[in-house]
């Protein structure tokens, strides 16, 4: 069979373009969709609860009972005598039996553990404290001298 021009023509049959077949990657798709489901379903979430005192709460005028958590985990009370953990809870009991509204102050240094913190948060719960305050203590300047000046 020649065209018009002169050229050959060949009688051939059209050629399909061959398809991708995605049914394989959505079942996969799928798959992972359903795994990140279940999988995220059980992180475990925790919280503190909080309850903050409206603004007009008066405090009493007794100082609050400071408890330090130092930088390797230990307790202390206020003149850095290391405390166990039962003797901080006793000591705890004894304040709230003298004023059940007796407040606490935790001190913790900046490099202690938090875990640390929170168990000494939990030990004063224990013992029956609702009032109860956290803070760390101010960092010290590197430009500071031994007694507080500037050079």
Same mark, same amino acid.
């Given at each position: 069979? *020649?065209d018009? @021009?002169? *050229?050959l023509? =060949?009688?051939g049959?059209?050629?399909?373009r061959p398809?991708? !077949?995605?049914?394989p990657? &959505?079942d996969?798709?799928f798959l992972?969709?359903?795994f =990140?489901?279940?999988?995220?379903? =059980?992180l475990?979430r925790? /919280?503190?609860?909080l309850?903050?005192p +409206?603004l !007009?709460t $008066?405090t009493? @005028?007794?100082?609050?009972?400071?408890f330090?958590?130092f930088a @390797?985990?230990?307790f202390g009370? /206020?003149?850095?005598?290391?405390?166990?953990?039962?003797q901080?809870?006793?000591?705890?009991?004894k304040?709230?039996? /003298?004023?059940?509204q007796?407040?606490f102050h &935790? /001190?913790? @240094?900046r490099?202690?553990?938090?875990?640390? $913190?929170?168990?000494?948060?939990?030990i004063l719960?224990g013992?029956?404290a609702? !009032?109860m305050?956290f803070?760390t203590? +101010?960092e010290?300047?590197?430009n500071?001298?031994? $007694?507080?000046?500037q +050079?």
């Amino acid at each position: 069979m *020649n065209d018009q @021009d002169g *050229n050959l023509q =060949f009688a051939g049959r059209s050629r399909e373009r061959p398809g991708v !077949n995605i049914a394989p990657l &959505i079942d996969i798709v799928f798959l992972l969709l359903v795994f =990140f489901m279940l999988t995220t379903s =059980f992180l475990e979430r925790q /919280a503190v609860m909080l309850s903050l005192p +409206p603004l !007009n709460t $008066t405090t009493s @005028d007794q100082k609050p009972v400071i408890f330090r958590v130092f930088a @390797d985990g230990r307790f202390g009370d /206020a003149d850095h005598v290391i405390l166990s953990p039962t003797q901080l809870g006793l000591m705890a009991v004894k304040e709230l039996e /003298a004023d059940p509204q007796r407040r606490f102050h &935790i /001190a913790s @240094d900046r490099q202690a553990p938090v875990q640390a $913190t929170l168990e000494a948060m939990d030990i004063l719960r224990g013992a029956g404290a609702k !009032n109860m305050r956290f803070s760390t203590p +101010p960092e010290r300047s590197e430009n500071l001298s031994p $007694t507080g000046t500037q +050079p």
